[in-house]
């Protein structure tokens, strides 16, 4: 590859992340703003200060620079790779699929990282309501009562789909906590 190439492949890249960022951000405000009662400001200044804090994580674990699909690069590499396997077979052991890894493995670690931040920010708020919101975080054990970040959006996307749903509510009851009812829904193929 020649020079110029590089140049070109590389600017490319800076103005894809820039898109990237952008749409982020304007998704983020989006959802902050139908979910809190803040006025325009207060969410810009939130979400710009989210934004930065992200870009810095990401640079500093050096996740910055993953390369585009990352979760269909670690589904080929467990092959190669016991310690992978073995990180996988935990994840699938608490009923993440690969459809899971890659969905969220292939978004750009900064799509994930705002995931995360909007999750915690929402559960800080939340953190003594576990019957109506997911409690996720990462662990290595099977038996951790915390949802795998991968099924974030399987389980956003059901929950989106089911809201209408005037039963909805109504089996959500009979469980003890949201995550309980996720993994029943997971158990009996509906989620």
């Known amino acids: 590859m020649g020079f110029f190439s590089k140049i070109v492949d590389a600017m490319t890249d ?3 992340l820039r898109l990237l960022q952008r749409e982020i951000y304007k998704e983020t405000v989006h959802e902050v703003l139908a979910t809190y009662n803040l006025t325009d400001y207060a969410v810009n200044h939130l979400v710009s200060s989210w934004m930065q804090q992200i870009k810095a994580d990401s640079k500093q674990a050096g996740t910055n620079n993953q390369p585009r699909n990352y979760g269909d690069y670690l589904l080929r590499q467990e092959r190669r790779d016991m310690t992978l396997k073995h990180v996988l077979d935990i994840k699938r052991g608490r009923l993440v699929t ?3 890894i890659r969905n969220w493995w292939n978004m750009h670690d900064l799509e994930r990282r705002m995931c995360r931040k909007q999750y915690e920010h929402l559960s800080c708020q939340m953190w003594f309501n576990t019957k109506y919101y997911a409690k996720y975080g990462d662990s290595d054990s099977i038996d951790d009562d915390r949802l795998p970040y991968e099924l974030m959006p399987r389980v956003n996307n059901y929950i989106l789909n089911r809201a209408s749903d005037p039963r909805f509510e109504e ?12 993994i029943k829904e997971i158990m009996a193929r509906r989620l």
């Open 171 to 182: 089996e959500l009851a009979r469980s003890s906590s949201f995550n309980e009812f996720v």
């Open 14 to 16: 800076f103005v894809a």
């Open 98 to 100: 690969n459809q899971d």
